[in-house]
């Protein structure tokens, strides 16, 4: 039997959890975006168009648990370019995007869930290729191949270079080896990934200049509850594992 004091803290409690969610309506839900950046996030047939569970990796994964353990309803899709989803989720409220890459200059324009995972930058050169680089400033003479929004862009221009910047990353892939450009800014392990669904293997990475995390955006409109309850729940799937084991299973 449950005492008094017992009986008023568990009324208590449940007062406080029903209020702590009764900020958001019954059919609150977050419209997610995504786009083919494996194995962060990538449709299952390698199209650039997927819904729901037509989405997997390491990325796509943890945000679906992430949504199931904090409670809130979402949808989610999988589209192109980059550059119309990034701006499409700093205009429109309770809208997210996956996997986002944290950058001081890009922290007021998002509310942010994480890390998900990390990955580095690095310039990429064609199979066999001698050419290594110490810095940035080296690359400054060479034709550099990004994609458009994207962080690592955003870094290159940030440092005073000029990358020829594509709506479809994949595009740089065939742009490098037929030397359209000297170098590929990307990610790793992303660009690899992207070169290997087109026949192509063992790019030289001429410098790794970065480290980075990704994150969920969060339109800035959305509430801080959201925000609150996700980034608990993603702190406690890291805590439980769940975070570590979607990655090794990607990698």
């Known amino acids: 039997m449950l005492s008094t004091l017992q009986r008023s803290l568990l009324v208590g409690l449940l007062f406080l959890s029903c209020s702590v969610r009764a900020g958001l309506p019954e059919d609150y839900q977050v419209v997610l975006l995504t786009e083919n950046f494996p194995p962060f996030n990538m449709a299952v047939d390698e199209k650039n168009f997927a819904r729901d569970d037509a989405i997997d990796g390491i990325s796509a994964d943890i945000v679906r648990e992430v949504f199931k353990r904090a409670g809130i309803h979402y949808t989610l899709s999988l589209r192109f370019p980059w550059d119309r989803l990034y701006r499409l989720t ?34 990429l050169a064609p199979p066999g290729s001698n050419l290594r680089l110490n810095s940035l400033e080296e690359a400054a003479g060479y034709k550099i191949g990004a994609y458009k929004n994207d962080a690592v862009s955003q870094y290159l221009e940030s440092r005073k270079l000029a990358p020829a910047n594509l709506l479809r990353d994949q595009e740089n892939v065939a742009k490098l080896m037929k030397g359209e450009i000297d170098l590929w800014a990307t990610t790793d392990p992303v660009g690899g990934f992207l070169a290997k669904q087109q026949g192509v293997s063992g790019l030289t990475t001429v410098l790794r200049f970065h480290e980075a995390e990704l994150f969920l955006a969060l339109n800035k409109d959305t509430p801080d509850e959201v925000v609150e309850r996700l980034q608990k729940a993603l702190e406690e799937l890291r805590a439980e594992g769940f975070v570590d084991e979607v990655s090794q299973r990607y990698l």
Request: charged share 20%; no cysteine; glycine share 6%.
């Open 90 to 123: 700093q205009s429109k409220a309770n809208y997210g995007l996956f996997s986002t890459t944290y950058t001081p200059e890009r922290e007021p324009l998002f509310k942010w869930v994480g890390p998900l995972a990390r990955s580095s930058w690095v310039l």
